[in-house]
Nanobody
Framework: QVQVVESGGDLVQPGGSLRLSCVASGTSIRLYDMGWYRQGPGDERELVAT???????IYENSGKGRFTISRDNAKNMIFLQMNSLKPEDTAVYYC?????????WGQGTQVTVSS
């Protein structure tokens, strides 16, 4: 059974930065396009960024120009560097493969952007 554990979320002021981490167990992520998702209060979960098996990053509009996704297959991890954070980035952030069938969702990591 595949498990993912996200970490790195925190309370940060607008304009600040955070680096999120996700580690997977039970599979090798090198086989999969991986993504970061987020779910804000009252919102549906949305895809924020994808990194393909060929290390190609793809960003949704929400993070374009501010977020950087990366992966370390040797450590079975992906990362999300978030800069210039805005209050609307406040959400629980999750990682998962981007294609169906997706794995069971982890608990996520809370990012709160507030002064």
């Amino acid at each position: 059974q595949v498990q993912v554990v996200e970490s790195g979320g925190d309370l940060v002021q607008p304009g600040g930065s955070l680096r999120l981490s996700c580690v997977a167990s039970g599979t090798s992520i090198r086989l999969y396009d991986m993504g970061w998702y987020r779910q804000g209060p009252g919102d549906e979960r949305e895809l924020v960024a994808t990194i393909t098996t060929h290390y190609l990053p793809i960003y949704e509009n929400s993070g374009k120009g501010r977020f950087t996704i990366s992966r370390d297959n040797a450590k079975n991890m992906i990362f999300l560097q978030m800069n210039s954070l805005k209050p609307e980035d406040t959400a629980v952030y999750y990682c998962n493969r981007v294609r169906e069938p997706q794995w069971d969702w982890g608990q996520g990591t809370q990012v709160t952007v507030s002064s």
